[in-house]
């Protein structure tokens, strides 16, 4: 069955660095999402994909996140200057279409900023 | 606003015995519901749906779920519990505020199930 992977599993750095967060989407899906959960707490929305353009952001996802879709089968989340809070798991997910199709996540990125 | 409530941070069955998990929502437009659940250390697993139809909708590992529309909930259910089923139960509908096409989902807080042996 195929699935979404992402790399690495798991990420310390320091803060004010810069990391990328890598995801394979399912191959035939057309929606990306990178979502993140803060330990404890819940999951919240970071960026939608689509068409290669972003097609909506959070208030978290400013300035400092880019995604890239750079090669029709990665999609990156990069984190330019990390922060303390920055700290948390990163999930990208894809789905085949919008609106009522399911969508499936990955194993998710632990980034510890340190 | 729309919203999900997961009104439980935690649920305590005993194995064999019927779970449920509750979710209400509050939706400005169609209520496409969601189940997801999460093992420790491990990615969100989607369980199951309901976009329109029947209102008891049947997913993965024995689970259903129940929409009611006039009370706006989408409770998980099963019927008898394992204790393979302990893990973080997560419940979300589609957001319908954004004008564009590419819908995210919106995430209740999430319930721990624990099914004691």
């Known amino acids: 069955e195929p699935e979404v992977t992402q790399t690495p599993s798991h990420q310390v750095t320091q803060m004010g660095q810069e990391v990328i967060l890598r995801c394979v989407p399912i191959?035939?899906?057309?929606?990306f999402y990178w979502y993140r959960q803060i330990l404890g707490q819940k999951v919240e929305f970071l960026v939608s994909f689509y068409n290669n353009e972003i097609s909506e952001k959070s208030e978290i996802f400013d300035d400092q996140f880019s995604v890239e879709r750079p090669d029709g089968s990665n999609f990156t989340l990069k984190i330019r200057s990390t922060k303390l809070e920055d700290s948390a798991m990163y999930f990208c997910?894809?789905?085949?279409?919008?609106?009522?199709?399911?969508?499936?996540f990955g194993p998710g990125t632990r980034l510890t900023v340190t | 606003a729309q919203s999900v409530a997961q009104p439980e941070d935690q649920v305590n069955v005993a194995e064999g015995n019927p779970l449920t998990v509750k979710c209400t929502y509050s939706v400005s437009g169609n209520p496409y519901l969601f189940w997801y659940v999460q093992y420790p250390n491990r990615g969100l697993q989607f369980l199951l749906k309901y976009i329109t139809g029947d209102n008891l909708v049947k997913g993965s590992y024995g689970f259903e779920a129940e929409f009611n529309k006039s009370q706006t909930s989408f409770h998980l259910k099963k019927p008898s519990a394992l204790v393979s089923d302990s893990a973080l139960y997560f419940c979300a509908v589609r957001d319908w505020s954004n004008a564009g096409n590419n819908r995210k989902l919106i995430w209740g807080l999430g319930t721990s199930l624990a099914v004691n042996p």
């Open positions: 191959s035939n899906h057309l929606y």
């Open positions: 997910a894809s789905s085949l279409g919008n609106s009522f199709y399911e969508q499936y």
